[in-house]
């Protein structure tokens, strides 16, 4: 019975403090990536998924101090040599870094691997969008594929990848996911602010 109680307590004791959230949060601004070629980058972004540039500035380094360790977290030695930022659609902006380090090392992450990720964007046509994405040659998993039940009921997903690895999906849900039916905050909508 004591460790019932003990239990508990010690598992609060281990979990960090609860805060208030950051004043003022309005939304994700931007994903930044780092990515192996910036041209090649852009124009999978640009000609693939219809993103384009607002604007590019750099290269950042600092070849005697801190300032890379101190800001990004990176090798003090550490180059980007330029960052590009993307405008997509009406979501999330994009910021494209190219990087030289040091101790730089490629990752080839899975969605099965702790702290791997993918992009998903909005798509109104899954099914047109997955034979453009097929028609460029760019590499694509099962589907798209329905969701019939559940809670995410009503949208329809397709995996697909960059040309150097990064792992993205197009979602599809016009009629909205059966969740949204019992209230309660809605994910994301398929319409801009002023329609």
Known sequence: MKFLVAFPVLAALASPALADPIPGIRGVNHIGLTVPDLDQAEAFFTGVLGCER?????????????????????????????????RCGFGSNIELFQYEAPDQAVLRQRNSDIGAYHIAFYVDDIDAAATSLRAAGIQSNMGPLPVNDGPAAGQSILYFSAPWGLQFEAISFPQGMAYEQEGGPILWSNTAPSE
């Not at 890379?68 to 550490?78: C, I, K, N, T, Y």
Request: hydrophobic residues 45%; glycine residues 10%; charged residues 25%.
């Open 54 to 86: 607002a604007t590019a500035f750099g290269p950042f380094r600092d070849d005697e101090g801190t300032f890379m360790q101190d800001l990004l977290g990176v090798d003090p030695r550490a180059v980007i040599s330029e960052i590009r930022l993307l």
